[in-house]
């Protein structure tokens, strides 16, 4: 089992920062494809962000490109979110998840999942 928790979140102002953190352990981190997802109240999840176990391949959804920037620390086995210039709209419950893939997975089937950290950005 890997387990994962996230940490960083909060309540921030329209334009504001907010850098979340996701640590794991259990096994071996820097086996996994990482990614971000967010669900708001009465949404989709939807996934925001995803790297690949090398960090060589990052993706955005469109809506974040740019605001956000995904980054992954396997010696410290943890895998980062930095969201600048944050908007009501990106508030939600962000996941980190993982996938026993080298590759970068865009849909939902991953293995293993955080249990959530809130986002509230207020206008």
């Known amino acids: 089992q890997l387990q994962l928790v996230e940490s960083g979140g909060g309540l921030v102002q329209a334009g504001g920062s907010l850098r979340l953190s996701c640590a794991s352990s259990g096994r071996t981190f820097s086996n996994y494809a990482m990614a971000w997802f967010r669900q708001a109240p009465g949404k989709e999840r939807e996934i925001v962000a995803a790297?690949?176990?090398?960090?060589?391949?990052?993706y955005y959804v469109d809506s974040v490109k740019g605001r956000f920037t995904i980054s992954r620390d396997n010696a410290k086995n943890t895998v980062y979110l930095q969201m600048n210039s944050l908007k009501p709209e990106d508030t939600a419950v962000y996941y980190c998840?993982?996938?026993?893939?080298?590759?970068?997975?865009?849909?939902?089937?991953?293995?293993?999942w955080g249990q959530g950290t809130q986002v509230t950005v207020s206008s």
């Open positions: 998840a993982a996938a026993g893939t080298p590759y970068l997975r865009l849909g939902g089937d991953y293995d293993y």
């Open positions: 790297i690949s176990r090398s960090a060589r391949s990052t």
